[in-house]
C-alpha cells in the first residue's frame, strides 16, 4: 500500500470516528505531508515519537464538533501514477479544498505549484 494514502485514510477515518488522534509510522515523506496539512489547517498538531521505530502522533481539528475535512479524492495509486503540467492545474471545489503534488521542488499544495509553475505527480485532493 502506498504510505501517502496510508496516511491520509488514517486521518480521513480518525475523523470519521471522532478520534482526538491517530497513530502513523514514521517517514520524511509523510512529515512533509503533514508539514502542509498543518498549515492549511487540516490537523492541529503532530510530534514524532520514538527512537529506534518512530511514529507520529497526529492531533485532529475539529470545529464545533465537525471534522476539518470532510472527504478526500485519491488520484496517484502504486499502479496508476497521476502526473499533470502546470497549467492543468485546476481549483479544487471551487477553491474550498486543496491538492497536493509532488514536485521537482517538495511537496506542494495546487496554488503553490501553479504560482511556481510546476507540474508533478498529484497525489490527492481534500476538502
Keep these: 500500500m502506498d504510505p501517502i494514502i496510508d ?3 488514517r486521518i480521513k477515518n480518525g475523523y470519521m470516528a471522532s478520534r482526538q488522534t491517530v497513530e502513523v509510522p514514521y517517514s520524511h515523506f509523510r512529515e512533509e505531508i503533514l ?4 498549515k492549511h489547517r487540516f490537523i492541529a498538531e503532530y510530534a514524532v515519537e520514538g527512537d529506534i521505530k518512530k511514529n507520529v502522533i497526529v492531533t485532529l481539528i475539529y ?3 465537525i471534522p476539518a475535512f470532510t472527504d478526500l479524492k485519491i488520484y ?3 499502479g496508476t501514477r497521476h502526473y499533470i503540467k502546470a497549467n492543468e492545474i485546476r481549483p479544487v471545489l471551487g477553491g474550498y479544498g486543496y491538492s497536493f503534488l509532488t514536485t521537482p521542488k517538495g511537496v506542494m499544495t ?3 505549484a501553479k504560482k511556481a509553475k510546476l507540474g508533478g505527480e498529484l497525489l490527492f485532493a481534500i476538502w
Design 35 to 38: 508539514k502542509k496539512l498543518k
Design 76 to 78: 496517484s495509486k502504486p
Design 110 to 112: 495546487h496554488v503553490e
Design 7 to 9: 496516511t491520509i485514510v
Design 63 to 65: 470545529k464545533q464538533k
